[in-house]
């Protein structure tokens, strides 16, 4: 029997003098698919039999026996296992050990009268239903080696009655789309109880993946259908988890591969200056659906409103009069990203330093109840001119004045983690994101789906966001993602 990486032992009995193979092992009751046979072979296959009770009592235990008979018939090994989670599994004596809710020979047993036996105890669960024994049986010639030795298996079956019975899963979990090319996916699973189905409560988990998902409804009968809110691309695996009024759980899995889609462009500088007939270059990046900068191979087409000319590769070149601001364009695969250029006779942004700001009111994990006020630390080697909030990527907000304070108000949002990010714009167009700092929302009377859990929008990307929202103010419209 081969090593599990786990467990430095193996199963099968052989002389004593042979120390290294002297334990048992779990994982070869055939529970699994693989049996002592697996390296164990050429002797002769013995017969395995499981007794004792059929029957047993909802928590209650009892004395089952492991029969190996026939086969080389020198020494003996065994493993047991069952199929519930929730059944226990203990030793019956001083020759079997359990390890990982399974049962295994603590040393080789010789056999007596043509046999080897061993006895343990199944404490059964707390629900109904029924427990699946698996056990294998090595019988084993003693040469010191894998050789003429072989196993057999069996299996045997124990009636659990009285208790409750847990949930299970009737329907599996499903997303739709299960390819997600915008920010969300329906989920959709269906539990069966002995109890109404009403009853049982679904509640929805990152199992793995890239990043956190919002999930609503979630932790309620209803959560059975929810809408899953991603916040950034990758694969995942949501797990749901089915409870019953007994606090017995039934759990599934299902996957989910969100695609970064491209679904706006940015300009940098967002907003530039020049001089009569003088140039300014630009530059422009797509970016996905949570605002991330996507390496597209989309080749950019550009174009100035007024001012000036744009050259193929983004070059502004202005003409005589001054004025502006002038609207210039990057036109790529149906989206369009903008910005805007003023011609003066003084150039005034040769400030490139862009600000610093950061969260001051709060530390990351604070939970934020009811109206609360945000507070920014930003400074400029010469001014700020405004700070933006964002929660969860959502613009909620813009201070233009120091203390570049904003009240939020949680009932606006349902409760849980989310994530601030502050992005803050000098006098010269600069702009800078602060680290994302996670906090929890507590609000106990917020609606399941409302609030950013409703918006699209996500964690951005510092500089898309910055670009992007510093764009938009200069346009008067909404800080955001292009779209």
């Known amino acids: 029997m081969r090593l599990r990486p786990w467990l430095a032992a193996v199963l099968l009995a052989v002389p004593f003098a042979a120390r290294a193979n002297q334990l048992g092992a779990v994982g070869y009751s055939g529970k699994q ?24 009592p909802a928590g209650q235990s009892g004395t089952y026996t492991l029969t190996i008979t026939g086969g080389a018939g020198a020494r003996a090994g065994m493993n047991v296992a069952a199929d519930v989670a929730e059944a226990r599994l203990e030793a019956g004596g001083s ?4 390890f990982s809710n399974e049962l295994h020979h603590a040393s080789p047993k010789p056999f007596s009268g043509g046999k080897a036996t061993f006895t343990f105890r199944l404490v059964a669960p707390p629900f109904s ?13 003693g040469n010191g080696n894998d050789s003429g030795d072989r196993a057999g298996l069996t299996t045997f079956s124990v009636s659990v009655t009285g208790g409750t019975t847990a ?24 539990g069966a109880d002995d109890g109404p189905e009403s009853a049982l409560t679904y509640t929805w988990s990152v199992s793995s993946g890239p990043g956190a998902v919002r999930f609503s409804p979630n932790g309620t009968n209803a959560a059975k259908q929810a809408t899953a809110t991603f916040f950034r691309a990758g694969s995942y695996v949501l797990e749901v988890r089915v409870a019953d009024a007994q606090g017995q759980v039934a759990a599934s899995t299902v996957s989910a591969t969100v695609e970064a889609t491209f679904t706006g462009i940015a300009i940098t500088p967002a907003a530039g200056q020049v001089l009569p007939k003088g140039t300014r270059s630009f530059s422009a990046h797509g970016v996905d659906q949570f605002g991330g900068a996507l390496a597209t191979p989309a080749t950019f087409e550009w174009q100035a409103t007024s001012g000036g000319a744009m050259s193929p590769d983004g070059v502004f070149t202005a003409g005589t009069a001054l004025g502006g601001p002038h609207i210039i364009q990057a036109l790529a695969m149906g989206k369009a990203g903008t910005a805007t250029v003023t011609v003066v006779s003084e150039l005034t942004e040769d400030d490139t330093t862009p600000p610093t700001v950061s969260l001051a009111s709060h530390r990351a994990g604070a939970t934020l109840t009811g109206r609360v006020t945000l507070q920014a630390s930003a400074t400029d080697d010469r001014a700020v001119a405004n700070v933006e909030y964002l929660l969860d990527g959502v613009s909620i907000g813009v201070a233009t004045a120091a203390p570049w304070s904003l009240v939020l108000d949680t009932a606006a949002y349902p409760s849980g983690p989310a994530t601030l990010t502050l992005v803050a714009t000098d006098t010269a167009g600069n702009a800078a994101a602060s680290p994302s700092v996670a906090v929890v929302l507590d609000n106990a009377t917020s609606p399941g789906a409302g609030g950013c859990a409703a918006a699209p929008g996500a964690p951005l990307t510092a500089l898309a966001v910055a670009l992007l929202a510093s764009r938009r103010r200069r346009l008067g419209g909404t800080p955001g993602p292009s779209t």
Request: include cysteine; proline fraction near 8%.
């Open 95 to 98: 020759d079997t050990t359990a």
């Open 33 to 56: 698919g693989e049996s002592c046979n697996t390296c164990h072979a050429g002797g002769a296959a013995p017969t395995v039999t499981l007794t004792g009770p059929s029957t047993l």
């Open 129 to 141: 239903g029924t427990v699946k024994l698996f056990g294998a049986g090595n019988s084993c010639n």
């Open 167 to 190: 949930p299970r899963i009737a329907t599996a979990p499903s997303a739709t789309p299960a390819v997600v090319t915008g920010i969300s996916s329906r989920l959709s699973v269906l």
